[in-house]
């Protein structure tokens, strides 16, 4: 290793690539890493992290509501949003001197400038400097998707959302994944008239179909609008202040804002990978073996940039594993992407983990599926009318437990706990033989018959 300036050099600082630099380094490399953006990647600095901060803002326009009922007098509520975007953002801006403290703590050497490969082992940066590498890791990301229409450039993206000046009084969110309707959460509980276009006839695929419906039902008597099977045929600014909307088979409508969900893409260009000849797939993805290895030696790639599993803490497992696999004194290993357990934090949020009854059906052929359908106890005294559904799919052979569906308040932290059940493969009497803890929604998991 001694013929290169570092044994490995990565490009990107998100979850993936910080952790694997940090884990190689820690096993003795000599570790490098280059960011042109901000440390922490998308989760840190404009993704899943700043948008749990404002998705807990906006349960507070329910909470304040439901109070009163508990008795609570609090007057007039009024809310702020530059407050809001103010302390959010601040906290994004601790979290990346974190990053880039715990890189500079294990020796990485933080390069926060553009990097491309511009030869065998060779990366170039931005100011000129040439750099060489015995392995060279790609955790660069994805970025978000943009529709083919006129006008597009007049929208944003979750990107920019966190940034925005004032909140719109009428805004259009295009996507039917958890990005687009984690937003339209925010902006209706924030006082936003909302309404989502989806290309599409259903939201959220590769979710149950129960809790999708029930999504849809919860969201609508929320005030959400939704248009399906609709597309955007352009979108023109309005002399008076936001933008004039056409969308197909619909009247031009007036709105605010035009906030694009609607899928995210790969960051593979001008990255230099046909220099050396990555070899990537039809979305723009770099394709990789099991250990995270692309079409050359000493190539790798972890994170969304390879298509997997967008997942964080999924680039973070292939990070830790390609470190260990490549400068750890262990058996080279790659990361199990099956039953991954995921959340939607809409309002209310959706969790999930392993098959939906329909995979379920299709793989297994005779399931048994069981169902808790309730209406929290909080809700009950609140006045609030929405209720709560857990689904438990069967093996109809064995019992064992092939996935779990809840749309609840607090569902992904009941999740998480459930998850392991699921990947442990246990039955559903083990679920049955454990007792509940009274009186929570969670001991619905333990006593559905």
Not at 209 to 236: H, T
Not at 377 to 394: I, T
Request: hydrophobic letters at 40%.
């Amino acid at each position: 290793m001694a013929d290169y300036d570092y044994d490995l050099f990565t490009i990107g600082a998100g979850s993936g690539g910080v952790r694997a630099s940090r884990v190689s380094a820690a096993h003795g490399a000599k570790v490098a890493i280059a960011e042109e953006h901000r440390v922490g990647g998308t989760c840190v600095i404009r993704g899943c992290v700043p948008k749990k901060m404002l998705v807990y803002g906006a349960h507070f326009a329910e909470d304040l509501e439901d109070c009163q009922k508990f008795g609570w007098d609090i007057g007039e509520a009024t809310f702020d949003w530059i407050k809001l975007r103010d302390n959010v953002l601040a906290d994004v801006d601790r979290l990346e001197g974190a990053y880039t403290e715990t890189l500079e703590s294990h020796d990485v050497k933080v390069f926060k400038e553009r990097a491309v490969i511009t030869g065998d082992h060779e990366i170039t940066l931005e100011s000129g400097k040439k750099i060489t590498a015995k392995h060279i890791l790609i955790a660069t990301g994805a970025q978000p998707r943009l529709p083919d229409c006129e006008g597009v450039e007049h929208g944003i993206t979750s990107n920019e959302a966190f940034h925005l000046d004032e909140l719109p009084k009428k805004v259009i969110i295009a996507g039917g994944g958890y990005i687009a309707n984690e937003f339209a959460g925010i902006f209706n509980e924030f006082g936003s008239q909302v309404k989502i276009v989806n290309r599409g006839d259903q939201l959220l695929r590769g979710y149950d179909e129960a809790l999708r419906d029930r999504l849809l039902q919860i969201s609508i008597m929320k005030g959400i609008d939704f248009q399906f099977n609709s597309v955007f045929e352009y979108i023109k600014e309005c002399p008076d202040g936001g933008y004039f909307v056409k969308l197909s088979d619909c009247e031009e409508e007036h709105v605010d804002l035009v906030m694009f969900a609607i899928g995210r893409t790969p960051n593979t260009g001008g990255l230099g990978l046909d220099t050396v000849g990555v070899e990537l797939g039809d979305n723009g993805e770099i394709k990789v073996d099991e250990f995270s290895k692309t079409s050359v030696d000493h190539i790798y790639a972890v994170g969304d940039v390879t298509d997997r599993v967008q997942l964080t803490p999924i680039a973070i497992r292939e990070g830790q594993a390609f470190a260990d696999s490549v400068f750890g004194d262990v058996e080279p290993y790659g990361v199990d992407h099956s039953c991954i357990p995921s959340a939607v934090f809409s309002h209310p949020p959706i969790a999930s983990v392993g098959m939906t009854e329909g995979e379920a059906k299709s793989a297994l052929g005779s399931v048994k599926v069981f169902q808790s359908d309730f209406r929290p106890m909080k809700n009950v005294l609140a006045g609030r009318n929405e209720r709560s559904l857990f689904k438990m799919v069967c093996d109809a052979a064995d019992d064992r437990i092939v996935g779990i569906h809840m749309i609840a308040p607090e569902a992904p932290e009941m999740m998480q706990a459930a998850a392991i059940a699921v990947k442990a493969g246990l039955t559903k009497a083990d679920f049955d033989a454990t007792a509940a803890i009274h009186p929570t929604m969670a001991e619905e998991l333990v006593l559905m018959r």
